[in-house]
């Protein structure tokens, strides 16, 4: 499993657009990337997935380069609820364990 | 709500005491997994089940650790003479086996080691 480095926090304000890039120098062809949101004493929650340049759904944006050695997690206008640890995974599509790491700890303040 | 249930959701023991947790996947949901979860730590896998077979076991499931899945349906995880050091939250996920299928994780039960 590739190995994942991201931010250990990072601060923001309501309304604001949030960044949290992750690195993944070592991807390999057939890995994916996955982003998981964590509140505290609950279980991490999926948030997006993608393999390459740009997913969108409604919560988040998955910004890929095309070397896709990082990944940007896109949270529009995040509000105090985003407050969370935002995990980013990298593996294959038939991977059967995660690799979590520290994750990134996102405080939004009023 | 996942859909994916976890009892007890928390427990306090004495060390040398065995406990058990239970973890109710969603219902269509082949694939089982367990993580144990520190503070300030992402979850770290420990074991995981396609239907009532245990295919994967992490190094970190030492031999007091114990799970099983005897219908393919719920699971169980057994810790058996309980230490500090089993201290966590655990964390149970389910998915399907189609390929890019992502992981639905349960609440947790939160363990403390007396």
């Known amino acids: 499993l590739a190995k994942t480095t991201q931010p250990i926090s990072m601060d923001s304000y309501e309304g604001q657009e949030v960044n949290i890039t992750c690195s993944h120098n070592n991807i390999a062809t057939n890995d994916y990337i996955t982003w998981y949101q964590q509140f505290p004493s609950q279980g991490p929650r999926f948030i997006i997935q993608g393999y390459k340049t740009k997913v969108t759904n409604e919560v988040a944006s998955l910004f890929i380069p095309a070397d896709r050695k990082s990944s940007t997690l896109s949270l529009p206008r995040v509000s105090l609820s985003d407050t969370a640890v935002y995990y980013c995974l990298v593996g294959p599509s038939n991977f059967n364990k995660f690799y979590f790491g520290s994750g990134t700890k996102l405080n939004v303040k009023p | 709500d996942t859909g994916v249930s976890q009892n007890p959701r928390h427990k306090i023991t004495k060390r040398g005491q065995n406990v058990t947790f239970r973890c109710d996947p969603i219902s269509e949901h082949n694939r089982l997994y367990w993580y144990r979860q520190t503070l300030g730590q992402g979850p770290e896998f420990l074991t995981y089940f396609q239907n009532e077979a245990q295919l994967e076991k992490s190094r970190l499931l030492s031999d007091r650790f114990s799970a099983e899945r005897p219908k393919g349906s719920f699971s169980t995880l057994e810790i058996q003479r309980t230490e500090q050091g089993d201290s966590a939250m655990y964390l149970c996920?389910?998915?399907?086996?189609?390929?890019?299928?992502?992981?639905?994780f349960g609440p947790g039960t939160r363990l403390l080691v007396l």
């Open positions: 996920a389910s998915s399907l086996d189609v390929g890019l299928e992502t992981q639905y």
